[in-house]
C-alpha cells in the first residue's frame, strides 16, 4: 500500500525550472550581475525550486563566473542547469567552445537547445535538414557522459510542428535516442492558441509513451502560464518558467501564477511541504534585486491580488473570504488588503480600524464621521489606499487619540538659480512650536522638498533623536486630472491643476507611505512630509508603550 501511494505522489510531481537568471535577464531593462544572481539563486533554493538555470557559461564572463562562484554554496533544494545551443554546423561536438564551456561549467544538469522548425535550420542556422539532426544528436551524446541530468529544449517546437510535423517528431526521436532525460517542448515565440497547444502535445505524448516531457512558454499572447498548465494536464513532468514572467519581449511564463495553481488547483506537488507560502516574499525579493517595480495586479503574489475596495466586497469577505477569494492569501504568503476610498462603506472602515487595533461598532457615530472626512478628502485628491499612514493618523485624530508632537507656525522655500553653479541653492526656513516653544531654523538643501526635510529635522532633533533613523525611500507626484471643469477659466486646469504627492519613509523596522494634495507642488510636499514625520513619532510611541505592557 505505502508502495503504490509513493508511486502515486511521484506521478504527481511537477519539478519547477527556473530560468530567471538566463531567460528573466532577456528583459530589455533587467540586468544582473553575477553577486545579483548568486543572491536570487540562494532565495530560489530556499523556496524550493527543483532547478535553477545559472545562464548561458560559453557566453559572458558574468554567467561563467556564477557557475564557478554557486560552487561554494551548498544549495539544499535545487541544482544547478548550465545552458547552451547544439554545436557549430561547421565543427564537430568534441571541437565546439560551447560545449566545451557547458561541461568545463561544472554543473551537474545541462540544458541545451535545437531547432525543431524547419524553417529556423535552413535559413537561421544555414544548414539542411538532415545536417541539424547530427546537431542534436552529436550534441547530447557528447555532454551525456559529463553530466548528471540532460535536458533538451525543441526550440519553436509548436510553430514546427505546424509547418513540418514529421520533421519536429523526428528532431524529438533523435535527442531521446541521444540520451536526453526529459524533452522541453517551446513555444518559443508565444503564438499557440490552448486549444493547438492541447492538440499537438497530446498527439507528441501519445506517440512517444515513455518520454518525460517538459514545457517552456512565452508570453506573447498572453496563454504562457495557460499552456503552461495545459501541458501538465497531459503530462509534462517539467515546468519552465522565471520569477515574476520576467523575459525577452512580453516575457516567459510566471512561475508565480503556475506554482500555486499547480499545487492548490490541480493537486501537483512542485515544492517541498510548506514552501508556498514563501512565494510572495520571493517575488518581492527578484523584483527588488532586479530593480523592478512589482505589479500590484499580479496574481498570487501582487500586493493587490487581494486587495477588497468596494464596500459591498469587504462586507461579504468579513463574513467568508471565499466570497471573493479564489485562495486563502495565507497560503502564498500574501495578506488580505481593505482599501480606503470614496467607494468604502463601513466595513471598508471597520476592518481597517481593528487592523489598528480599534473594535468598534457599526452605529459608532465615529464611523459615519470618519466615513464622511474620508469621501470630502479623497473628492479633494487625498488617496488612502496607498497611503495607509495618513489614514492611520487619521483614524487616531477624529478618534482624539492622535498626541500633537509639534505644530508648523510658518515655513518658506527659497530657490537661487545662478545659471552659473552647477546646481541651484535650495533654502528652507521653519518655524515649529514644539511644548511651548519656538524653534526657528533654516538649511539647505538638493530641491524644496530635501531642503525642508533638513529644515524640519533640524528643528525637532532635540526633541526627537530617533527622527535620526528615518530615510526618504521614495517621492511620486501626479498631477490631478479631477480638477472642477469651472475652475478651468480661473487657471485651474494645466500647470494649476491639484497635485497628490506620495512620500515613502522608512527606518531599520518599518515603511511607510503618506499623502498630500494641493494645488502648489510644495505644499503638497510638505503635508506629505509633516504626516510622515508624525508617523514616525507615532509608531514610536506605540512601540515604547507595547515594550512597557510586555514588560
Known sequence: MRARTESRQAMQRVFIYDTTLRDGTQAEDINLTTEDKLRI??????????????????????????????QNYGLKTASIAAFG????????????????????????????FGKSWDIHVTEALGTTLPRNLELVGDSLAFLRPNVRELFFDAEHFFDGYKANPDYAMAVLRRASEAGADVLVLCDTNGGTLPGDFRRIMGTVVAAMPETKFGVHTHNDSGLAVANTLEAVELGAVQAQGTINGYGERCGNANLCSIIPSLELKMGRTCLPEGKLALLTPTAHFVSEI???????????????AFAHKAGIHV????????????????????VRRVLLSDLSGQSNILYKAREFGFNLDKNDPFVLE????????????????????????????????????????????????????EEPLTEATVMIKVGGRIKHTAS????????????????????????????????????????????CGKGGCGTASHVRVLVECGDATRRWVTVGVSHNVIEASFQALEDAINYKLFSDDKEKLTKALKG
Open 315 to 334: 462586507s461579504a469577505v468579513v463574513k467568508n473570504p471565499l466570497t471573493y477569494e479564489h485562495v486563502h492569501p495565507e497560503t502564498v504568503g500574501n
Open 370 to 421: 470618519l466615513l464622511s472626512t474620508i469621501k470630502e478628502r479623497e473628492a479633494a485628491g487625498y488617496e488612502y489606499t496607498a497611503a495607509e499612514a495618513s489614514y492611520e493618523l487619521l483614524l487616531n485624530r477624529v478618534l482624539g487619540r492622535a498626541r500633537s508632537y509639534f505644530t508648523v507656525t510658518r515655513y518658506r522655500v527659497l530657490d537661487d538659480n545662478v545659471y552659473d553653479r
Open 85 to 112: 545551443s547544439t554545436h557549430n554546423h561547421r565543427t564537430t561536438a568534441a571541437a565546439d567552445p560551447n560545449l566545451k564551456a557547458l561541461v568545463d561549467s561544472a554543473a551537474p544538469v545541462v540544458t541545451i
Open 444 to 487: 539647505t538643501g538638493r530641491g524644496p522638498v530635501n531642503a525642508l526635510d533638513m529644515a524640519i529635522r533640524e528643528a525637532l532633533s532635540g526633541f526627537y533623536p530617533r527622527l535620526a533613523e528615518m530615510r526618504l525611500l521614495d517621492f511620486k507626484v501626479r498631477v490631478l486630472s479631477g480638477s472642477k471643469q469651472e475652475d
Open 290 to 304: 532586479a530593480n523592478q517595480a512589482p505589479p500590484s495586479n499580479q496574481p498570487y503574489v501582487g500586493d493587490g
Open 41 to 70: 539563486a540562494l532565495k530560489l533554493d530556499e523556496l524550493g525550486v527543483a532547478y535553477i538555470e545559472g545562464g548561458w557559461p560559453g557566453s559572458n564572463p558574468t554567467d561563467k563566473r556564477f557557475f564557478q562562484e554557486i
